[in-house]
């Protein structure tokens, strides 16, 4: 753990490390509700949704990689069991007991919408006071906000077809 680098932290360290752990379980739900949505997916517009999922699925894996960085740096352990996601998630897991594309879509939008209040929240909390974990969340909340938009986009387009057929 970096001695001078944590002390430039202006804000509760104990605190920030549970709250990017809060992040990183989140991040794990996220990446496998993405990743198992892409295997078991039905209906119209199949193909295309898979890419989104595949590549949503590869981001959130990548986010929970920053935030494991960060957390490490900040001295503290990220979360090592996997039932332990549950207890920490900010936004839960949607699981695709039913797997058709309009509500795979849906569960998938509403995660977004949830992780870019919890990054949007991150970001109040460190602008101040920890410039290195706002400038991690600051790209992860891009993400997000690139995600809701091509799911949005890609529920639009199912609408727009079902409407016409
Ligand atoms: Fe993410
Ligand atoms: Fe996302």
């Given at each position: 753990m970096g001695k001078r680098g944590r002390e430039?932290?202006?804000m509760d360290v104990g605190k920030l490390r549970d709250t990017l752990n809060k992040a990183f379980a989140d991040e794990w739900l996220a990446y496998y509700q993405y990743w198992i949505g892409s295997k078991v997916i039905k209906g119209p517009m199949k193909e295309a949704v898979i890419a989104e999922l595949v590549q949503h699925?590869?981001?959130?894996l990548r986010h929970s990689e920053m935030l494991t960085t960060r957390i490490i740096q900040l001295g503290g352990t990220p979360v090592i069991k996997p039932e332990d996601w549950y207890k920490f998630t900010n936004c839960g897991y949607e699981a695709p007991e039913d797997p058709?594309?309009?509500?795979i879509l849906d569960q998938n939008i509403k995660g977004e919408q949830c992780a870019i209040s919890?990054?949007?929240r991150l970001m109040e909390e460190t602008k101040d006071n920890d410039p290195v974990t706002y400038n991690i969340v600051l790209q992860i909340l891009q993400d997000e906000v690139?995600?809701?938009?091509?799911?949005?986009?890609?529920l639009e387009d199912f609408e727009a077809m079902m409407k016409h057929a």
């Open positions: 430039i932290v202006g699925a590869a981001d959130e058709f594309v309009r509500i919890v990054y949007n690139e995600h809701e938009e091509d799911l949005q986009a890609l």
